[in-house]
Nanobody, 129 residues
Framework: QVQLVESGGGSVQTGGSLRLSCVLS???????????MGWFRQAPGKEREGVAA???????YYADSVKVRFTISKDIAKNTLYLQMNSLQPEDAAVYYC????????????????????WGQGTQVTVSS
C-alpha cells in the first residue's frame, strides 16, 4: 500500500519561504523514479488545483501562478519529493497535497489531478499579510 506523508507546512509572512516534503513509502514497484509526482493545493471554498509536477525523466510542470517562485524537485535515494516555495503571497495559502501516479502510468505528467492515483493527507500553509 503506497503511502505519501507531507511535512513542512506552517505560517509565514508575505514574501517568506517554506519547503514542503513528501515521503513515499510502501511501494514494492519502484519509488519516485518511475512515477509522475505532483503537488496540489486547495484553499477554503475553492477547487483543488495543480501547482507543480515532475515526471520520471525530471521534466517539470508548473501552474502559471507559481512559475519562478516555486521549485519542485525529488531525491530518489530518499524517496522524497520537495516543493520549495519562495515569495509566498496570501493567495498561496491552502492545504498542500502530494500525489503520485501508478508506476505503470505511461501518459504525460502534468497538473491534472485525474492523472494521480495516490494522495497524501495534506499540510497547511498559511501566509499572513
Amino acid at each position: 500500500q503506497v503511502q505519501l506523508v507531507e511535512s513542512g507546512g506552517g505560517s509565514v509572512q508575505t514574501g517568506g519561504s517554506l519547503r514542503l516534503s513528501c515521503v513515499l513509502s510502501g511501494s514494492a514497484v519502484g519509488g519516485l523514479s518511475r512515477r509522475c509526482m505532483g503537488w496540489f493545493r486547495q484553499a477554503p471554498g475553492k477547487e483543488r488545483e495543480g501547482v507543480a509536477a515532475v515526471d520520471s525523466d525530471d521534466t517539470t510542470y508548473y501552474a502559471d501562478s507559481v512559475k519562478v517562485r516555486f521549485t519542485i524537485s525529488k531525491d530518489i535515494a530518499k524517496n522524497t519529493l520537495y516543493l520549495q516555495m519562495n515569495s509566498l503571497q496570501p493567495e498561496d495559502a491552502a492545504v498542500y497535497y502530494c500525489a503520485a501516479t501508478s508506476p505503470w502510468f505511461s501518459g504525460q505528467c502534468g497538473t491534472d489531478s485525474a492523472t494521480y492515483t495516490f494522495w497524501g493527507q495534506g499540510t497547511q500553509v498559511t501566509v499572513s499579510s
